[in-house]
């Protein structure tokens, strides 16, 4: 089991930056795959940015070039920092991690921290 607890988000305002940080704990160790979803009103989530646990990063087309995702394996934390923020940010972003255990696939979330990009 992995807990996920997500925090740094808030209202920004348009052209501004933000630090989303996700701190991890349990059973990390068995993780190979770091993301960040995010969820606006009325919408589907979607995919944000990943790492995998000795990957490269990749990033979805919407933050490609204003976002950056890392992790701190000492601290145990998922970081994602979007630039040049626009009101089309503004969503719900969860941070998530993947577990391979025996052959199935788990996959846990953080509870989402509110981003809004208003001016």
């Known amino acids: 089991q992995v807990h996920l607890v997500e925090s740094g988000g808030g209202l920004v305002q348009p052209g501004g930056s933000l630090r989303l940080s996700c701190a991890a704990s349990g059973s990390i160790r068995g993780v190979y795959n770091w993301a960040w979803y995010r969820q606006a009103l009325g919408k589907e989530r979607e995919w944000v940015a990943n790492?995998?646990?000795?990957?490269?990063?990749h990033y979805a087309d919407s933050v490609k070039g204003r976002g950056t995702i890392s992790r701190d394996g000492a601290k145990n934390t998922l970081t994602l920092q979007i630039d040049a923020l626009q009101p089309d940010d503004t969503a719900v972003y969860y941070c998530?991690?993947?577990?391979?255990?025996?052959?199935?696939?788990?996959?846990?979330w953080g509870q989402g921290t509110r981003v809004t990009v208003s001016s």
């Open positions: 790492i995998a646990q000795l990957g490269h990063p």
């Open positions: 998530t991690a993947q577990e391979l255990i025996g052959q199935n696939i788990e996959r846990y």
